[in-house]
């Protein structure tokens, strides 16, 4: 009968559903991709995977976040951008992790971005042990970011910046009118202290040794600020005279003490090279209080399991594990072993509690045992941490302290702590969407990555991924690949489905890599033209290395995550090679940090060169650090090109007609540019309670010019315009004027086509930054005497990228130069010429060579965590 038919149940999966994306390059893009599943976005770079990632399916369900959580604010996403689409359905709300370098607050460290440091002072505030008779302190007390937790003579910086005499004045002969006093400042505001000192009645005319000692000390030391009227430029005597006959004084002028003057500006001064002249006279020594631990003695004598927090902090979150699990294990034995709580053990957990042990019946002072309470404490807060602790060890960070400094770490490690982070939160029905999580991770760590993401996964969340790596491409249970090429050339979906699929997918360039071809062919080694050899090289995990590299030859430096590949690549090679050479030329010119300014940075690099270098006459440093941290640098800047670019738009007749010169055409100076948003293009609108937008500037409409400054035009377009061209289009505008097109033939050769001239540094990816630095040096002349250090230089790059790009530092080394690079890809690694294998694993289990020597050697020797993945891809 009717009632006995059921319909069969249809397992619907739901779908998130794309609608028209036109977002950027995308080209009228409609998808649909499963949710709860694992969904990699692939492409080579600049196909259009992040427009639809992030700026499409991640940016719309944020903006319908804003919008539900703060009405008010829908005006400004309005202007700050609404994806380009017709319509999204089924999208749960989205977290996305995206890669950025931990630039900014120095003060952020893993302990707080994990938020594992709040429990940590939590397990000390209730768990440690205290000194017989100290209160117990609350959690705030063991941070060094708080009033009450901060050493008082640091103020929770760890390190006191002094000056002495004999920097301040390094020649004493001379008298103040000399400039005796070196770290003065120069030009008039030098002139002005002088005279207000001549005011207040000192001598500037004696050589300063000749001056009283308290004269010296008070000029030199004084934190008064005396405002006086002034006679310019008089000596003691004339001005005494002048003051007398009631003359008329210059001007008033205020006196700043020296070392006052020195330590405002470095704390104050928004110029760079003011900064680096009086960082000369400052000194940064170990706080002598906390010995750099940057809290108050009451907190640093609180221990658990012996250790200080600052100490315990320090330690590798490995050893973290190892240290909490002992100690959960044994509270628990020791709680089962003696069953109920004795009333003896409870006599001695009041006196561990603080009571005086008068009742003590032995000489000997009972065993001090946790109280019940604070073993409960201990327990729960242990495992917690223990909790959090493991999926950041799975990911290979288990060479990480909680006290490492967030501008310290890779882009690739700080998405992995946040990604692991997520992990322990308890979210479930959410879409993460991450940027390339395996960058920076050895074939042998992606395993583990791969975990991680299935666990996310299996608590009910989706996962979109935009990935380069093939081994992550096969894990995925839906492949949506984008292309075919770049920019333009791009924007296409080309397959959305099961990852075999693909396969039938001719046009798709990631096909060829995920299905058989290899791409770089295998080559035979190049012979070194002689070597380098470093000595004692002691850096982070570096002890006392020894290493050589050979000249004239590609070296990829390889080892899992964390072995020492950086801190001999990037930091020990060219600090090393930079002495001897004179100066290591930097592919940027960034301002420096406070701390590489001062005298002695913490980690002093040891080691040496051993023997005379030869063949090398230059070292250029390619790191993936922003070319600018601005959006007032650009690609065009960067690269020199826009110099020629305004030099073309003064050279018109209509701007020698209104005399505008090149500079009327930047948006960096005063003069053309929108005087609004000073040539930035947008403004900052700040929210309350959330993060602040940038949104068009109303008056230039971002064109970054004065509307005056866009009547000139160049063959028809306006300097505007020609920021907003791609490197493509401006390459076949600009055809025939050699000076331009060299600088946009270098980019184009590193597969930059698709960047436009005007985009903003900030805005590029560290792999993007990378290659434009590559392609400003490829543009000069080359002489075959350079040294190139790279650290990771394929990272973020689509396989067929990588081919382009290697083959380009294949070119380089043919015309005689050295390559020396990081590199985890073993496709690269196998056609190198020499491979220098670190491990055998991270942090302190690492930091030795492995193996070295042709790539064929370190795969036959067959130990390490690179030769079984070498030889694979050596095949
Ligand atoms: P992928 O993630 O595949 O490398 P993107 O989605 O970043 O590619 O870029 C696709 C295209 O969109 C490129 O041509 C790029 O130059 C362009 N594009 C990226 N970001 C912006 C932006 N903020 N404004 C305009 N165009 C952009
Ligand atoms: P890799 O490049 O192979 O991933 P790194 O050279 O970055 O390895 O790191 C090697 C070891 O040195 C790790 O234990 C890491 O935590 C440590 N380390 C790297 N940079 C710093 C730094 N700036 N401060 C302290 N420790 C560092
Ligand atoms: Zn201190
Ligand atoms: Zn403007």
């Known amino acids: 009968e009717p009632s006995a038919i059921v319909p069969t149940e249809v397992s619907v999966q739901p779908d998130v559903r794309v609608l028209g994306a036109r977002e950027h390059n995308l080209q009228d893009v409609s998808l649909s991709v499963p949710r709860d599943a694992t969904v990699v976005f692939t492409g080579v770079s600049g196909s259009g995977k992040s427009s639809l990632a992030f700026g499409t399916l991640y940016a719309e369900s944020q903006r319908r976040y804003l919008e539900s959580v703060a009405p008010y604010a829908r005006r400004l996403i309005d202007q700050a951008g609404v994806p380009d689409v017709d319509s999204i359905t089924g999208m749960p709300p989205a977290v996305a992790l995206q890669q950025q370098r931990g630039a900014g607050n120095a003060r952020s460290t893993v302990g707080s971005i994990t938020t594992l440091s709040s429990l940590i002072r939590m397990l000390y505030s209730r768990a440690g ?176 399991e012996g250790f200080d927090i600052a100490e315990f902090s320090q330690l590798p979150l490995r050893e973290l594990i190892t240290t909490l699990s002992a100690v959960t294990a044994r509270i628990e034995r020791e709680a089962a072993s003696s069953g109920a709580v004795s009333p003896r053990a409870a006599w001695e957990d009041r006196i561990a509690g603080g009571e005086s042990p008068q009742a003590s019946t032995s000489d000997v002072r009972p065993t001090v045992r946790p109280a019940p309470e604070k073993r409960a404490a201990a327990v729960q807060l242990a495992s917690g941490v223990l909790q959090r602790l493991r999926p950041l060890v799975d990911l290979g960070l288990g060479y ?174 060219p600090s090393l090679l930079g002495d001897r050479l004179g100066r290591a030329v930097l592919a940027d010119d960034e301002p420096v940090s406070d701390e590489s300014l001062l005298a002695d940075a913490p980690e002093r690099l040891d080691g040496r060169i051993a023997g005379p270098v030869t063949g090398v006459r230059r070292l250029v440093v390619i790191d993936q650090r922003p070319i600018g941290r601005t959006p007032r640098s650009n690609v065009a800047t960067y690269t020199g090109l826009f110099d020629h670019v305004r030099r073309r738009f003064a050279d018109t007749p209509e701007a020698r007609s209104r005399g505008y010169k090149p500079g009327r055409f930047s948006f960096n100076v005063a003069g053309g540019r929108c005087p609004t948003c000073e040539g930035e293009g947008s403004v900052m609108v700040e929210l309350l309670f959330l993060p602040s937008v940038y949104t068009e500037c109303p008056d230039c409409h971002g064109t970054r010019y004065k509307a005056s400054t866009l009547e000139i035009t160049w063959r028809g377009r306006t300097i505007a315009d020609v920021l907003s061209m791609s490197v493509e289009e401006a390459n076949l505008f600009f055809v025939g004027d050699e000076e331009i097109t060299r600088s946009l033939a270098a980019l184009s050769d590193v597969g930059l086509d698709y960047l436009r001239l005007g985009q903003p540094a900030t805005e590029l990816s560290g792999g993007e930054a990378q290659r434009v630095k590559l392609a400003t040096e490829l543009q000069r002349a080359q002489r075959g005497d350079t040294l190139y250090v790279l650290d990771e230089p394929t990272s973020g790059l689509h396989c067929a990228d990588t081919d382009r790009l290697i083959a380009h530092l294949q070119t380089l080394v043919d015309a005689g130069n050295t390559v020396v690079a990081a590199e985890l890809d073993m496709r690269v690694v196998a056609v190198a010429d020499h491979v220098i294998d670190l491990g055998p694993g991270a942090g302190d289990a690492g930091g030795t060579v492995v193996a070295a020597g042709t790539p064929a050697y370190v795969a036959d020797k067959g130990v390490g965590a690179s030769a079984g993945y070498l030889a694979a891809a050596l095949q």
């Open 129 to 304: 042990d205290y000194p017989d008779g100290q209160p117990m302190l609350y959690s705030d007390d063991f941070s060094a970011n708080t009033v009450q937790g901060a050493c008082s003579e640091c103020h929770g910086i760890g390190r006191v910046y002094t000056v002495n005499e004999q920097q301040m004045v390094p020649d004493p002969s001379l008298t103040i009118r000399e400039r005796a006093i070196a770290s003065w400042p120069t030009a008039w505001h030098g002139h002005q202290l002088r005279d207000v000192l001549v005011a207040l009645g000192y001598d500037v005319d004696v050589p300063w040794q000749d001056l009283p000692r308290k004269d010296r000390d008070w000029i030199l030391y004084t934190d008064e600020t005396p405002f006086v009227p002034v006679h310019s430029r008089l000596t003691l005597s004339e001005s005494k005279a002048a003051i007398e006959a009631g003359a008329e004084p210059s001007y008033s002028g205020t006196f700043v003490g020296a070392r006052r003057y020195i330590l405002d500006t470095f704390a104050n001064t928004k110029s760079a090279s003011m900064k680096r002249r009086v960082a000369q006279f400052l000194t940064a020594a170990t706080c002598p209080v906390c010995h750099g631990k940057r809290l108050k003695p009451e907190a640093l004598s609180v221990t658990f």
């Open 400 to 573: 990480l302290s909680l006290s490492r400094t967030t501008p310290t770490l890779s882009g690739g490690e700080l998405q992995r702590l946040r990604l692991a982070t997520q992990l322990s939160s308890d979210l479930f029905g959410v879409v993460y969407v991450l940027d390339e999580p395996s960058a920076g991770l050895h074939p042998q760590d992606v395993a583990a990555l791969l975990g991680i993401l299935d666990g996310l996964k299996g608590r009910g969340n989706s996962l979109f991924i935009v990935e380069h790596s093939v081994a992550v491409m096969r894990h995925a249970d839906w492949l949506v690949d984008i292309g075919p090429g770049a920019g333009e050339h791009g924007g296409r979906v080309l397959y959305s489905g099961p990852p075999d699929g693909l396969a039938d997918i001719m046009e798709s360039v990631t096909r060829g890599y995920l299905f058989g071809g290899r791409g770089l062919p295998l080559r035979t080694p190049r012979e070194a033209r002689s070597w380098l050899r470093l000595e004692n090289v002691t850096r982070n995990n570096l002890h006392d290395l020894a290493v050589d590299i050979p000249l004239g030859v590609f070296t990829a430096v390889t080892g899992v995550s964390g072995s020492g590949k950086s801190s001999l690549v990037s930091q020990a090679l």
